[in-house]
């Protein structure tokens, strides 16, 4: 690669004085900090691409007014589970049944949202869990397990997200691959927190939803009183 750009830099220059071992030492840490930055900016590879290209392109189609936050918070919890701090089983029952109580009305949504093929997580949703009668103890006795047992994976949350800025870079997404990388690195600068759906989501499309393991899906979806 120097080579190649020295004889470029070189050509027609017959007195150009390659003689001088410091002229070529120059000349390679010049073309060295040219094109360093540019390196730095490749993405790891990671082994589950075509898994995040799946699951974004099905989540941008579904919900057509997502935004980067939405898009953050899809990847988050397909890798590091349910973000939700739980006090006690009481609490997150009471939860949910207030919540399921007050139920307002969304978009059709399948009962059981897995996040990505052969993912660990799973969003349950709370409109089709009620309609089909399934027991509320069910699913928030899963929806602790998950949260107090499951652990995260920063390294695929990691792969994601570089598939999704590469996706964004590509053109393939609904927004611009600077929006998506600056929202992604400010999260990364703290740390990757989980974060809220963006105020235009929850207008929309009204979320509600438990993010369980997928072992627990069967406990938590499997039997109905109707």
């Not at 120097?2 to 830099?9: A, I, R």
């Not at 070189?10 to 930055?37: D, K, Q």
């Not at 009471?94 to 996040?115: I, K, M, Q, S």
């Not at 792969?159 to 927004?175: D, K």
Request: some cysteine.
């Amino acid at each position: 690669m120097l080579m190649t750009v020295f004889k470029t830099l070189t050509r027609g220059h017959s007195r150009f004085p390659v003689r001088y071992p410091t002229t070529i030492a120059v000349l390679g840490a010049a073309v060295f900090c040219i094109f360093t930055p540019f390196v730095g900016e490749q993405e790891i590879p990671c082994e589950r691409t075509a898994q995040w290209r799946q699951l974004i392109h099905a989540h941008v189609a579904r919900y057509p007014d997502m935004g980067v936050a939405d898009l953050y918070k899809l990847l988050h919890q397909a890798t590091m589970g349910a973000e939700h701090a739980v006090a006690s089983s009481e609490a997150a029952d009471e939860w949910l049944a207030r919540e399921l109580r007050n139920l307002p009305e969304g978009p059709r949504e399948p009962l059981v949202d897995t996040l990505g093929t052969g993912g660990r997580f799973a969003r349950i949703h709370l409109r089709p869990f009620q309609a089909l009668g399934h027991p509320r103890t069910n699913l928030s006795e899963a929806f602790v397990k998950t949260a107090s047992g499951s652990h995260g994976d920063r390294s695929e949350l990691e792969c994601a997200l570089a598939t999704a800025r590469t996706l964004s870079h590509e053109g393939r997404l609904p927004w611009t691959g600077s929006e998506v990388a600056g929202f992604f690195a400010t999260q990364e600068s703290k740390g990757f927190p989980a974060v809220h759906h963006s105020s235009q989501f929850e207008r929309t499309y009204r979320p509600a939803y438990r993010v369980i393991a997928v072992e627990l899906v069967s406990h938590a979806v499997g039997s109905s009183r109707r």
